[in-house]
């Protein structure tokens, strides 16, 4: 239901625009969240937004440099990653939320993307 994609290898400082297209019944109406997993670590919060996308929220790591946002006309979420360190590398996970309440665990999200591979190179 879920399909994240825009991972790939770049440089640190540089830029990636991650994406993630969702089916309208799963996309419309509820909060959507990026997470990311790297080598050897738990699955960890990155950025979340409100339905309007009037709400966001962000893990201290990425604050500054992450921008998440929504196009509820395509039913699509996205995470423009600027500035982009080694430690940044993970895979990233898109997920919906249904309840209501920006949440930052990964326990409060209900539906999961199959993840997209970041890598930043030092």
């Known amino acids: 239901q879920l399909q994240a994609s825009g991972g790939g290898l770049v440089q640190a400082g540089g830029s990636l625009k991650l994406s993630c297209s969702a089916s309208r019944r799963t996309f419309s109406g509820n909060i959507v969240g990026w997470f990311r997993q790297g080598p050897g670590k738990e699955r960890e919060f990155v950025a979340a937004i409100g339905w309007s996308g009037g709400s966001t929220s962000y893990a201290d790591s990425v604050q500054g440099r992450f921008t998440i946002s929504r196009d509820n006309a395509q039913n699509t979420m996205y995470l423009q990653m600027n500035s982009l360190k080694p430690e940044d590398t993970a895979v990233y996970y898109c997920?919906?939320?249904?309840?209501?309440?920006?949440?930052?665990?990964?326990?409060?999200?209900?539906?999961w993307g199959q993840g997209t591979q970041v890598t930043v190179s030092s």
């Open positions: 997920a919906v939320r249904l309840k209501y309440g920006l949440g930052s665990s990964a326990l409060d999200y209900d539906y």
